[in-house]
């Protein structure tokens, strides 16, 4: 017969033992059946992500070839041409690039704690990044940053402020970082055979500059109008009761309205320090050069062409178009989709059609597959060292 709960263990608050009472093992079930079931949900996620990208390279190559009449170069044939220092270079930018989006972080946490924390401020960038991959429009990377941040004995109101800081300062500058270069891009939109294509990009490219802009100016909104801010979340609210996607409209705007003001007292508490965001924004400049020139340091890396300034500003203003093109689709990570636009985009490029879905999959690799497989390999490594610990824990009971 199995164990009773004690009395002042259970959920119910009752006393008496009946024959409903449960028991010890159907305490301990419970979450163990929702560990697997949690289990299930990320491996089945884990599948989709890989099916995702598999996908998306047979876009990139399907695209390339049709386009390139079937002129795309085999792999053997694409590393015999490879220019190995430039993709040297290559590398050295995107470990730049990562670097930089690390030092955002630490600039902040210095800010916020008075040290820079680098390590915790590395590790930061990386999880949003893998959260940002799997997850629909990348919306998925600030929660779990803050959370990482509160496990590394961050103070609550830094590990809030933090990722919240850097994404309002990070998204508003590159936003208009990429204005600027989407209103150049109609120059480099010459004859081609996707020219119909490109100018459709160009304005969803406009539209999604404007919706992306819109999520920081709204954040800073609530923060510093809490009267408007929360009139707007209970008018949603309201109208998502209607829609039948909010069931208790009442409990549901109490949860938004005490999340946004713990998320207004972080934002107010940063800005009003102001010129302590100067140097936030000259990293973001930097990190914004170096994350829409990637591409072209591929670009010179694998193809034939020869480097010049005249082909570095028609790739970056591309980049632009393709990448804020590709952010419209609620696919994890932009995945199909940012390899889709940026085929049909740089196809406009004289000379790389025969090369362009290794150019748009070297790039996508380096900067968003590859925190994608380690993050992958993480779990797995957990999955596998939790088996061996309850193996273990298993045998010395025995014992």
């Given at each position: 017969?199995?164990?009773?709960?004690?009395?002042?263990?259970?959920?119910?608050?009752?006393?008496?033992?009946?024959?409903?009472?449960?028991?010890?093992?159907?305490?301990?079930?419970?979450?163990?059946?929702?560990?697997?079931?949690?289990?299930?949900?990320?491996?089945?996620?884990?599948?989709?992500?890989?099916?995702?990208?598999?996908?998306?390279?047979?876009?990139m190559f399907t695209v390339g070839?049709?386009?390139?009449?079937?002129?795309?170069?085999?792999?053997?044939?694409?590393?015999?041409?490879?220019?190995?220092?430039?993709?040297?270079?290559?590398?050295?930018?995107?470990?730049?690039?990562?670097?930089?989006?690390?030092?955002?972080?630490?600039?902040?946490?210095?800010?916020?704690?008075?040290?820079?924390?680098?390590?915790?401020?590395?590790?930061?960038?990386?999880?949003?990044?893998?959260?940002?991959?799997?997850?629909?429009?990348?919306?998925?990377?600030?929660?779990?940053?803050?959370?990482?941040?509160?496990?590394?004995?961050?103070?609550?109101?830094?590990?809030?402020?933090?990722?919240?800081?850097?994404?309002?300062?990070?998204?508003?500058?590159?936003?208009?970082?990429?204005?600027?270069?989407?209103?150049?891009?109609?120059?480099?939109?010459?004859?081609?055979?996707?020219?119909?294509?490109?100018?459709?990009?160009?304005?969803?490219?406009?539209?999604?500059?404007?919706?992306?802009?819109?999520?920081?100016i709204g954040i800073m909104i609530?923060?510093?109008?809490?009267?408007?801010?929360?009139?707007?979340?209970?008018?949603?609210?309201?109208?998502?009761?209607?829609?039948?996607?909010?069931?208790?409209?009442?409990?549901?705007?109490?949860?938004?309205?005490?999340?946004?003001?713990?998320?207004?007292?972080?934002?107010?508490?940063?800005?009003?320090?102001?010129?302590?965001?100067?140097?936030?924004?000259?990293?973001?400049?930097?990190?914004?050069?170096?994350?829409?020139?990637?591409?072209?340091?591929?670009?010179?890396?694998?193809?034939?062409?020869?480097?010049?300034?005249?082909?570095?500003?028609?790739?970056?203003?591309?980049?632009?178009?393709?990448?804020?093109?590709?952010?419209?689709?609620?696919?994890?990570?932009?995945?199909?989709?940012?390899?889709?636009?940026?085929?049909?985009?740089?196809?406009?490029?004289?000379?790389?059609?025969?090369?362009?879905?290794?150019?748009?999959?070297?790039?996508?690799?380096?900067?968003?597959?590859?925190?994608?497989?380690?993050?992958?390999?993480?779990?797995?490594?957990?999955?596998?060292?939790?088996?061996?610990?309850?193996?273990?824990?298993?045998?010395?009971?025995?014992?």
């Amino acid at each position: 017969m199995e164990d009773e709960i004690p009395p002042e263990n259970r959920e119910d608050g009752t006393t008496s033992y009946t024959a409903e009472s449960k028991t010890v093992s159907d305490v301990y079930a419970h979450p163990i059946r929702k560990k697997k079931q949690s289990a299930l949900k990320y491996w089945i996620k884990t599948a989709f992500m890989l099916l995702l990208i598999g996908f998306s390279v047979a876009v990139m190559f399907t695209v390339g070839d049709y386009i390139s009449d079937g002129k795309q170069l085999s792999l053997t044939q694409m590393l015999g041409q490879v220019h190995y220092g430039l993709f040297a270079l290559f590398i050295g930018v995107i470990l730049s690039y990562i670097l930089t989006e690390s030092a955002k972080y630490a600039y902040l946490l210095k800010v916020f704690t008075g040290k820079f924390h680098l390590k915790s401020a590395l590790k930061t960038t990386i999880v949003g990044k893998y959260y940002d991959g799997i997850t629909p429009f990348s919306s998925g990377g600030q929660p779990f940053q803050v959370i990482y941040l509160h496990k590394k004995d961050i103070p609550k109101g830094a590990a809030t402020a933090v990722p919240l800081a850097k994404f309002i300062v990070s998204t508003t500058t590159w936003c208009i970082f990429c204005l600027v270069l989407i209103c150049c891009a109609p120059t480099y939109l010459h004859a081609s055979a996707n020219i119909t294509v490109t100018k459709a990009f160009f304005v969803i490219a406009c539209i999604s500059i404007a919706v992306n802009i819109a999520i920081p100016i709204g954040i800073m909104i609530f923060s510093f109008f809490p009267k408007t801010g929360r009139k707007l979340i209970a008018k949603l609210t309201y109208v998502l009761k209607k829609l039948h996607i909010v069931k208790k409209q009442y409990v549901t705007t109490k949860k938004y309205v005490s999340e946004v003001n713990e998320y207004c007292k972080s934002i107010r508490h940063v800005f009003t320090k102001w010129k302590l965001l100067l140097p936030l924004i000259l990293i973001c400049l930097f990190e914004c050069a170096l994350n829409i020139s990637i591409p072209y340091f591929a670009v010179i890396a694998i193809s034939d062409v020869v480097p010049t300034f005249e082909l570095f500003l028609q790739i970056v203003c591309l980049n632009a178009i393709a990448q804020f093109a590709a952010y419209m689709m609620p696919t994890p990570g932009s995945t199909g989709a940012m390899e889709t636009t940026a085929s049909l985009t740089f196809m406009t490029i004289t000379g790389i059609d025969s090369v362009v879905g290794w150019i748009v999959l070297t790039w996508r690799f380096f900067t968003f597959y590859v925190y994608i497989l380690s993050g992958m390999g993480m779990s797995i490594f957990e999955v596998i060292r939790d088996a061996f610990r309850r193996k273990k824990e298993k045998i010395n009971r025995q014992e």
